[in-house]
């Protein structure tokens, strides 16, 4: 598996992204558990960029990059929109009374939480953030 | 395809709402929409809020901050959300973002009506802990 | 639906990129005879570019993009291998004796036929591959 | 998921095969394997292959190739080649590349057979037309 989508940074173009995303892994028979957390890291980072990351008007590109390797399944996302690293946001406060706590800023912290491992760098014009989930063992991800 | 909301018809203080599909950035909407007048009181105000997740497939945090919302709502007023039967992916989910206490999520609707039973008789008999 | 998908120019790849992109049409309610015909100008484009465009070694890349707008269905595909205008082919002779003919070079001749229209340019590295096809007016390509 | 192929026991000089699925770039090598038998000949040859593509749902030019390879196999010894039942897909790009005469596709296999039956017959009481 080594393919990578490209939509615009709007949320109306999130469902294009994560259908095409998950018919790829299905073909490559990953485990429906893996995919829903593949689909749910691709909507709260698309819904941030859509949300957070541009200028009105400004030219609006994401990508996400899929390559599974070993027992990993790698998870690229490229966006030019402004720099935001979001290992740099401090964790939300999951122990403070839970009627006290703010409804949101959880889907950072999802992401962090969902992935074997976060990576964040700023390239030039773009974010990019690398994102490592575990397969288990008889998750090829070469279908043949 | 997205998010379908059963919402049945309300027995004493007690609403139980079922989700259906998918509750995303897309469709919480319509989740708030539907919560609006229930957590808007009534007279007398509904008191438990019986979320039924048996048919829910996935949950994103657009979904967990509508179901947050009302959980404040209710609370504000000394009222309970329960939610039953979550699917493994919406457990982890709130697992990871602790958007539910433990005790809170019950495996049937059975099991949540009895816990409420109790709580309500507790009331009724004045022995309430707090 | 504005969506692009790049995978290795590699047969092995191919799948990969005609589960995703017909998963995309079916959201988008694209009738299954025309995602028959993009699904099969995507093998005989992507096919062709594997099997004829790339010195062995060569970093092998191809690109299609979906677009729905009117009545019809744009894709385009990118590919950095050799020059080749696929329009400056000669049709095969298909009234020539059945028993007579070569048994190959109908793919391209596929494409060009299922197809409105087609163009080709060659833009610097890349071969630029416009094909256009016919929706139906209630295939709106335009999804909630 | 990709093509299935099922070979009928052969009756007399004439071999049916039904093809399911999808005949094209991956899969065609299957079916040229699955041909050479049936082309290579026997004693008496196959004179007469009948392809059943009702359960056939996509076919791409690599497709086309093995078809049109075994019918040049079979003209070359004055076999014949039939197809039985092409869906709207597959008969679509046959029309488009003309990969076999209208005459030589049939809606049934049962049609297909009396055609057989019939050209059988001519060559027997040697009126064939040619
Ligand atoms: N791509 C981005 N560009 C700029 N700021 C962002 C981006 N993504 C997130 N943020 C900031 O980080 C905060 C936390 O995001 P998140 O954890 O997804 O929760 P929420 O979206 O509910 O606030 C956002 O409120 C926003 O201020
Ligand atoms: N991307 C390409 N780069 C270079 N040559 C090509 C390319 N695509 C096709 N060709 C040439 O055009 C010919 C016709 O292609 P096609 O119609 O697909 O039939 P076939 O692949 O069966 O030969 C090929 O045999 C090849 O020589």
Redesign the interface.
């Known amino acids: 598996?080594?393919?990578?989508?490209?939509?615009?940074a709007e949320?109306e173009?999130?469902?294009?992204?994560t259908?095409?995303?998950?018919?790829?892994m299905?073909?490559h028979a990953i485990a429906q558990?893996v995919i829903?957390d593949v689909?749910?890291i691709a909507?709260?980072v698309v819904?941030n960029a859509a949300d957070y990351g541009f200028d009105a008007g400004q030219e609006r590109e994401i990508v996400v990059a899929i390559r599974a390797a070993e027992a990993a399944l790698h998870l690229q996302f490229r966006d030019n929109g402004r720099p935001f690293d979001p290992l740099a946001q401090p964790a939300?406060d999951?122990?403070a009374d839970?009627?006290e706590?703010p409804?949101?800023g959880?889907?950072v912290?999802?992401v962090r939480?969902?992935a074997r491992r976060v990576d964040y760098v700023r390239d030039g014009a773009y974010n990019v953030l690398d994102v490592t989930l575990d397969l288990t063992p008889s998750e090829t991800g070469d279908?043949? | 395809m997205h998010l379908e909301i059963q919402t049945a018809p309300r027995s004493g203080t007690t609403q139980r709402v079922a989700l259906f599909g998918r509750l995303d950035t897309h469709s919480y909407p319509q989740l708030d929409a539907e919560l609006a007048p229930v957590l808007d009181g009534g007279d007398p105000p509904v008191m438990s809020l019986v979320l039924d997740l048996a048919g829910l497939n996935y949950i994103s945090s657009a979904g967990i901050r509508s179901i947050f919302k009302a959980r404040k709502a209710l609370t504000a007023r000394n009222g309970k959300l329960l939610v039953v039967n979550p699917q493994p992916q919406i457990q982890k989910v709130f697992d990871v973002v602790k958007a539910v206490p433990m005790s809170d999520i019950f495996t049937s609707v059975a099991e949540a009506d009895a816990y409420l039973d109790m709580v309500q008789r507790k009331v009724v008999s004045g022995d309430e802990d707090e």
């Open positions: 598996m080594d393919i990578s989508l490209s939509v615009p949320r173009r999130l469902d294009d992204l259908v095409a995303i998950a018919a790829v299905e073909r558990p829903d689909v749910l909507e709260e819904c939300p999951l122990d839970i009627d706590r409804v949101g959880l889907g912290h999802l939480q969902l279908a043949p």
